[in-house]
């Protein structure tokens, strides 16, 4: 005989409630909130430095286009690109016969009219020549004079050097070939000093103080690119007093001398760090960038109350600036705990625990 198992009818009942009451407790739990993972920030006092970075780009100290003021054959061009060169020494060389030829020829006819000149000058003290005469004779020998002048310096100048040490950026002639005067024949640039030109929005050079915008000489530094962890003195060359009408920027250059471990060329990227002295009364903290949040017309951080891990909504003031890390001037106050990475996802009240 099999056996059977029977249920009554109260037992059913138990066994369904019961699965019943799991159900509930597995969803309860389930809807049970988390709290979200935030990386958190201690708020620190500002530096008494306003730090701003720009992008800027690397060009050479100076950068010159040389050429030769004669034209003629290219008889000697012992120069190639990024070759190293002292001042003095040789780019170019023309044929010189035809400029010797002519200096010599020069030379002759001035020699010639300077012994006429004298003669006439004894002569005319001897009343054996009219004075008219003497006149002619003289503004022969200076013409001749003026002739040889040139004939000098055209030779002079039909040989190119160096005006200063550096390098050559680019070659635009070859060897044997005919130029004409003018033309350009190398590109040369300095090898010792730099130049880095950022453009600085109006608002900013607007809040610079007066007595920091009449220093000749901010704290200034160029880091490039190549070498982010390398920070160079850099001092203010010149600058643009009228903003261009499309960006609204001035455009500002500072002068650099690399260190020997580093080669700069022209075109590199980099950043300008700008330093100024902020002297001002309020208290200034510096936050991280990502760390504030914007609804298009106010600023806020998510500040963090340590005793129950909830996170509340702080209006804040920004001291204008560029960088990775901006400056409140209201709202926050030092040692302070607010929500950096994960900010974004928060909504007021909600609890949350350190990430690290």
Not at 18 to 24: I, K, P, W
Not at 71 to 96: C, H, N, T, Y
Not at 115 to 144: F, G, M, P, S
Not at 201 to 226: S, T, Y
Request: glycine share 4%.
């Amino acid at each position: 005989m099999s056996a059977r198992i029977r249920f009554s009818p109260c037992g059913a009942l138990l066994l369904a409630l019961s699965l019943s009451a799991c159900d509930n407790a597995q969803e309860t739990k389930s809807r049970t909130p988390t709290a979200r993972p935030v990386k958190l920030i201690t708020v620190k006092a500002a530096d008494a430095m306003r730090v701003n970075r720009f992008p800027a780009v690397i060009g050479a100290g100076r950068l010159s286009e040389l050429s030769l003021q004669v034209g003629g054959m290219l008889r000697e061009f012992p120069v190639k690109k990024a070759q190293s060169l002292k001042r003095g020494d040789l780019i170019a060389r023309l044929d010189q016969r035809d400029f010797k030829s002519t200096l010599a020829s020069a030379r002759a006819q001035y020699q010639n009219a300077e012994k006429e000149y004298r003669r006439a000058v004894r002569l005319a003290a001897q009343d054996a020549i009219a004075r008219a005469v003497l006149e002619q004779r003289k503004t022969q020998r200076d013409v001749n004079k003026a002739q040889l002048e040139r004939a000098e310096k055209a030779l002079a100048d039909s040989v190119l050097r160096a005006p200063f040490k550096g390098l050559v950026a680019q070659t635009m002639v070859k060897k044997l070939q005919n130029v004409k005067p003018g033309q350009i024949v190398v590109k040369f640039m300095s090898d010792d000093t730099f130049e880095a030109t950022i453009d600085l929005p109006a608002g900013f050079v607007a809040r610079i103080p007066k007595k920091a915008a009449e220093n000749p000489d901010p704290h200034a530094f160029v880091i490039l690119d190549a070498a982010p962890n390398q920070r160079i003195r850099a001092l203010y060359k010149e600058a643009t007093l009228l903003a261009d009408t499309a960006s609204q920027t001035y455009a500002v250059t500072f002068a650099f001398r690399p260190p020997e471990n580093l080669l700069v060329l022209p075109g590199m990227n980099a950043n300008v760090e700008l330093r100024i002295e902020n002297k001002a009364q309020t208290p200034r903290v510096a936050v991280p960038l990502a760390a504030v949040t914007s609804d298009g017309k106010n600023n806020y951080v998510w500040a963090v109350d340590k005793k129950t891990m909830k996170v509340s909504k702080r209006a804040v003031t920004l001291e204008e600036g560029v960088g990775e890390t901006v400056v409140v001037t209201a709202g926050l106050a030092a040692e302070e705990t607010i929500a950096g990475a994960g900010a974004a996802y928060l909504s007021e009240g909600m609890k949350i625990r350190e990430w690290k």
